[in-house]
């Protein structure tokens, strides 16, 4: 299961012609404006002819959200994942 990241982050392009986003102490965009984020990320490729990668499930059913996640070194990424609550488990329960 994927962490949100907590931090900021700015949005950097590669050498790989790759529009990427990368931590940064001083960026302007975190897990509350993943939104903005996402946009301008789009709004970047496309100006800049630069490719975009964004996590998308293949098993999206229903609506996305944009979240900024962490992987598993520690770097930002963004997903869209589904808003729906159907794969998420319980909490476990002292019965006695």
């Excluded at 404006?33 to 496309?46: I, P, Q, R």
Aim: no cysteine; glycine share 6%.
């Amino acid at each position: 299961m994927a962490k949100i990241y907590e931090g900021n982050v700015s949005i950097f392009k590669n050498t790989k012609n790759k529009i990427v986003v990368k931590a940064d102490p001083e960026g302007q965009y975190n897990a509350d404006s993943v939104d903005a984020l996402s946009k301008t990320m789009t709004e970047l490729g496309t100006k800049l002819k630069a490719e975009v990668n964004f996590f998308i499930p293949e098993t999206n059913t229903g609506d996305l959200k944009a979240m900024l996640l962490v992987n598993r070194w520690g770097a930002p990424y963004v997903a869209f994942l589904p808003t729906s609550t159907t794969g998420i488990k319980s909490k476990v329960e002292k019965l006695a």
